[in-house]
């Protein structure tokens, strides 16, 4: 079982709210994903309103919120939203995302590791969305995220595992969970995320999207649970030539 | 948690027992991946393993060019002081030996620098037994500046320190720190040291933490091979390893693989490694760690050294005494931890590794760059 702070999961497969076209299917899909922590931007919810038409059917489906600070352009911006976020939401749980840029959405290191740090100190169960930097994730560790969240290609183009090397690298190193985030665009992705030791993954705008969300979301489950298995039992490797001579070892049969 | 808490969960019998029933099915699908896992370091280790070792050899060298490039890395021990409290069965320099005790004054230590030096060396390893009131922080802030001023690269291999002695230490211009636990088995360890500091299993243990947290450069681990069965404390080197990197992700690391050899204590073994199963624990290190430092002393003989040093080895001493003043005075003195087997001198070995198509390497590194690295990560 996952384990993230002082939360399990049974399932590795987190979810957002986003580009969903309407309410019923947004709940019908992430249901159906099975998914237990599901990430909504804040700036896209009332916090004032608890009926609010995202929030509401979040939590009557008693599902784990993850509220991010998509929007925030610097760490000040990311630590006045996550502790609106704490007030309003009563979780102490938040997705920090810092992109200044507004075309690829690409996440601000230094503003990160900034605001990870005074989150961390404030209590916050601090989950970064990070480029696939082994350095910087491992200097997010360092200050006390619960989880880094590297991603896999631009957010929303669905092109899958383009940081793939480096991924791997993030994941022999991380002694914290590593949730694959951003750019899945096909089950397929997430398998291979999970066959190679990923946590978990995130998926949003592939299941959102797509012709029929309810399925997609559904097929998504299923290749997280491959590939999870696949990497629990091991992958079968490329058979290697067997050698017929011993020249680097024959040395060892000339002494008695 | 440090690496002793961390060891808490790994079950010493237990590992025994699952390295000992690897399959040839288990080796092959090792052999198969990419990157290794420490389940399938342990097949490599195993008896399964030994049908396989050309394989294992071909990927070990392959994968040693491809990382370290044609290079070999050269350094020379220097031996400070052979006084020690301890007693420990295995060691030339226990407190119960008789043998004529040294400590090198600053005139001697200046001499034996200049001879190393005028071997070549630019990387140096200093070497003390266990004697903290004589050989102790006082001594070391006296040396390590005058040796530092020397060499390019300085490595110490003494007894452990705490993490502000470390610090210090660095500030001053240490480099690197080889600490062996000699066996991960506490209950061997006990049987082997009977008196002295050394007797504490968890403070030597948590010595790599301690310099992890320090901000050391290098930290070089091992096991002492012979005291129990190899395979197992070689496997607990690899799990240590893995720790190691994950925790003090900014620190190089290094292996090197005594294996006991006869000393003035005339200590016989408990498990004796063949010169195929030493191949073997080297090229499994490799494949399993591309990029971890492996080191071969002069412990091992003139032609186990010149076939095995294209196989996975990045560094080597050559022409080294185990005795302090041993560079300047008259080698003959009873006074050394444990014999040379290979006594080339650094010129001939360079000679047989040029042979080898590989390049000698004498500094890889610069005084300047020993800026300690921010405290606390």
């Given at each position: 079982m996952l384990k993230i702070a002082d939360k399990t999961f049974s399932s590795r497969l987190f979810t957002g709210t986003g580009k969903f076209n309407d309410k019923a299917t947004m709940v019908a899909a992430l249901q159906a994903s099975g998914s237990e922590l599901v990430?909504?931007?804040?700036?896209?919810?009332?916090?004032?309103?608890?009926?609010?038409?995202i929030l509401q059917p979040l939590i009557a489906n008693e599902m784990h919120l993850l509220p991010n600070t998509s929007g925030a352009r610097t760490a000040k911006d990311a630590v006045f939203a996550a502790k609106l976020a704490r007030e309003a939401l009563e979780t102490h749980w938040v997705k920090l995302e810092i992109h200044p840029d507004p075309r690829y959405l690409l996440p601000d290191p230094i503003e990160t590791l900034l605001a990870a740090e005074q989150l961390v100190k404030e209590g916050f169960v601090v989950l970064p969305y990070v480029h696939a930097d082994p350095v910087l994730c491992k200097r997010l560790e360092s200050v006390g995220?619960?989880?880094?969240?590297?991603?896999?290609?631009?957010?929303?183009?669905?092109?899958?595992?383009?940081?793939?090397?480096?991924?791997?690298?993030?994941?022999?190193?991380?002694?914290?969970?590593?949730?694959?985030?951003?750019?899945?665009?096909?089950?397929?992705?997430?398998?291979?995320?999970?066959?190679?030791?990923?946590?978990?993954?995130?998926?949003?705008?592939?299941?959102?999207?797509?012709?029929?969300?309810?399925?997609?979301?559904?097929?998504?489950?299923?290749?997280?649970?491959?590939?999870?298995?696949?990497?629990?039992?091991?992958?079968?490797?490329?058979?290697q030539q067997a050698l017929a001579s011993s020249p680097l070892t024959a040395f060892l049969e000339d002494v008695g | 948690m440090s690496f002793y808490d961390y060891l808490q969960y790994v079950n010493w019998n237990e590992c025994q027992l699952s390295i000992r029933s690897k399959t040839k099915a288990d080796v092959e699908y090792a052999l198969s991946r990419q990157r290794l896992t420490l389940n399938d370091f342990q097949a490599l280790i195993s008896p399964a393993a030994e049908p396989y070792l050309e394989q294992m050899a071909q990927r070990s060298m392959q994968l040693t060019r491809q990382r370290f490039g044609n290079t070999l890395q050269m350094y020379i021990p220097l031996y400070l002081s052979n006084l020690c409290s301890n007693i420990c069965t295995y060691c030339g320099f226990s407190i119960h030996n008789k043998i004529r005790?040294?400590?090198?004054?600053?005139?001697?230590?200046?001499?034996?620098?200049?001879?190393?030096?005028?071997?070549?060396?630019?990387?140096?390893?200093?070497?003390?037994?266990?004697?903290?009131?004589?050989?102790?922080?006082?001594?070391?802030?006296k040396i390590i500046k005058q040796v530092k001023s020397q060499f390019a690269h300085l490595s110490m291999e003494v007894q452990p320190l705490d993490q502000h002695e470390y610090e210090e230490l660095i500030d001053l211009g240490l480099d690197a720190v080889l600490v062996y636990q000699e066996t991960y088995n506490p209950v061997t360890y006990a049987a082997h040291h009977l008196r002295g500091k050394k007797q504490d299993f968890r403070y030597r243990l948590e010595t790599t933490d301690r310099l992890g947290k320090a901000g050391v450069?290098?930290?070089?681990?091992?096991?002492?091979?012979?005291?129990?069965?190899?395979?197992?404390?070689?496997?607990?080197?690899?799990?240590?390893?893995?720790?190691?990197?994950?925790?003090?992700?900014?620190?190089?690391?290094?292996?090197?693989?005594?294996?006991?050899?006869?000393?003035?204590?005339k200590f016989q073994p408990k498990s004796i490694m063949t010169d195929r199963q030493l191949v073997q624990l080297i090229c499994a290190y490799r494949l399993f760690n591309p990029d971890v430092e492996l080191s071969l002393s002069t412990r091992e003989s003139a032609y186990f050294r010149n076939n095995v040093l294209p196989l996975g080895i990045t560094s080597l001493s050559a022409g080294s005494s185990t005795q302090p003043g041993g560079y300047t005075e008259d080698r003959k003195v009873a006074l050394e931890q444990f014999e040379i087997s290979d006594d080339r001198t650094p010129e001939q070995m360079e000679e047989i590794i040029k042979l080898r198509g590989l390049e000698v390497v004498w500094k890889d590194w610069d005084r300047s760059l020993n800026i300690p690295l921010e405290k606390g990560f």
């Open positions: 990430t909504m931007a804040l700036k896209r919810v009332d916090l004032q309103n608890k009926d609010d038409d995220v619960a989880a880094v969240m590297p991603l896999g290609s631009p957010i929303g183009s669905n092109q899958g595992l383009k940081t793939k090397v480096f991924l791997e690298i993030i994941i022999e190193q991380s002694n914290i969970p590593v949730i694959i985030d951003a750019g899945l665009g096909a089950p397929s992705h997430a398998a291979t995320a999970m066959e190679m030791g990923a946590d978990a993954v995130l998926v949003n705008t592939a299941i959102a999207v797509a012709p029929d969300p309810v399925v997609m979301s559904r097929a998504f489950a299923l290749a997280v649970q491959a590939g999870r298995m696949a990497f629990e039992t091991g992958l079968a490797g490329q058979q | 005790r040294t400590t090198l004054t600053m005139a001697q230590l200046d001499a034996e620098i200049a001879a190393v030096k005028k071997m070549g060396f630019d990387h140096v390893l200093l070497v003390a037994g266990e004697s903290e009131h004589r050989v102790g922080m006082d001594y070391f802030r450069h290098k930290i070089g681990i091992g096991a002492l091979i012979g005291l129990d069965d190899w395979r197992t404390d070689s496997y607990h080197v690899a799990v240590h390893l893995d720790y190691l990197q994950r925790t003090y992700w900014r620190t190089k690391y290094s292996i090197s693989f005594p294996r006991l050899r006869p000393c003035a204590g």
